[in-house]
């Protein structure tokens, strides 16, 4: 199961990046952000890869945010959604408006993506609408922080609110700057500054 390719960009083109990794060029199919995303050609680019394994085929989704992967790993879980249409998904709306749209029962804005239909978009809504809470809808506001969301994600996670876990990393790298660098740093201070 390959979970993440670091190695020259040997070519892109939106939908397929082809990364050279030990001498071995893998052909990578992506999102139009993560082509947009990507370095020119040759240079150094890192990628989280979805695996998809099946009986004819050996298929590798890359993306440069985590948050981007997660999403696709969620969109995959409904029933008539599949890696390329989720790659489609993310391609029409950045994951941020993916999410806001299925959580606020939007179906007008998940019916403007090529692929999805009325009932498509219905289904999306139904099976995601709870299963997205962890998801980030909007930055940390405030913050640029290059742990910040990462951090907000884990406090999440644990059951803190978006609200009072926004507030706490604010406050975090208000007192100290460098900790806004280092995950573990941030999360150690925005615990303390929530309780």
């Not at 408006?97 to 978009?121: C, E, F, N, S």
């Amino acid at each position: 199961m390959i979970a993440h390719l670091r190695g020259r960009l040997f070519s892109k083109a939106p939908g397929q990046a082809i990364v050279e990794a030990g001498g071995v060029g893998y052909d990578v199919t992506i999102s139009v952000p993560t082509f947009t995303a990507l370095p020119a050609e040759g240079g150094e680019v890192s990628l989280y890869i979805y695996t998809q394994v099946r009986e004819d085929t050996l298929a590798l989704f890359g993306f440069l945010e985590r948050a981007e992967k997660r999403l696709f790993e969620r969109l995959i879980t409904v029933s008539g959604v599949g890696p390329k249409l989720a790659v489609t998904i993310l391609s029409g709306l950045n994951p941020e408006r993916t999410v806001a749209a299925i959580r606020a029962q939007d179906h007008a804005t998940l019916t403007r993506i090529p692929g999805v239909g009325k009932k498509l978009a219905e289904r999306l809504v139904v099976e995601l609408k709870d299963k997205l809470e962890d998801m980030a809808v909007a930055p940390v506001v405030g913050v640029k922080a290059p742990a910040a969301e990462d951090v907000l994600s884990a406090l999440v996670n644990l059951g803190y609110q978006r609200p009072a876990a926004q507030k706490a990393i604010e406050t975090a790298v208000g007192k100290d700057k460098a900790a806004g660098e280092d995950f573990d740093a941030l999360f150690r201070g925005a615990l303390k500054a929530i309780r």
